[in-house]
């Protein structure tokens, strides 16, 4: 069993920053990978990041590059996403999710990922 908590999401101005955690709670369950995804209202869910705890290989989405990052800490117990530069179209519920098992589709299939977060909500205002 994992659990996923986030936290640090708000509301800032567009061109601020704001990083938020997701505590990782999985026992004694190795996790494959850990991403983030988020979702605007009216809009399907879509990976902004992720990260292969076995290699601490990562990819971000083309929408968020150069923007944002993604890193886990060295006890693989808490994820971060660090956003800079934000857009009012980064407005969303930003989630944590983790995958124990391999998938061979993409990164960003959300049928990847077996854990989910709860969600924190992350509004941009112009």
């Known amino acids: 069993q994992v659990q996923l908590v986030e936290s640090g999401g708000g509301s800032v101005q567009a061109d601020g920053s704001l990083t938020l955690s997701c505590s990782v709670s999985?026992?004694?369950?190795?996790?494959?990978?850990l991403a983030w995804f988020r979702q605007a209202p009216g809009k399907e869910r879509e990976g902004v990041a992720v990260i292969y705890t076995g290699d601490d290989n990562t990819y971000v989405s083309q929408s968020v590059r150069g923007r944002f990052t993604i890193s886990l800490n060295n006890a693989k117990t808490t994820l971060y996403l660090l956003m800079s530069a934000l857009k009012p179209e980064d407005t969303a519920v930003y989630y944590c999710?983790?995958?124990?098992?391999?998938?061979?589709?993409?990164?960003?299939?959300?049928?990847?990922?077996?854990?989910w977060g709860q969600g924190t909500q992350v509004t941009v205002s112009s």
């Open positions: 999985n026992g004694d369950v190795d996790t494959w990978r």
């Open positions: 999710a983790a995958a124990t098992r391999f998938y061979g589709g993409i990164w960003s299939d959300t049928n990847g990922y077996n854990y």
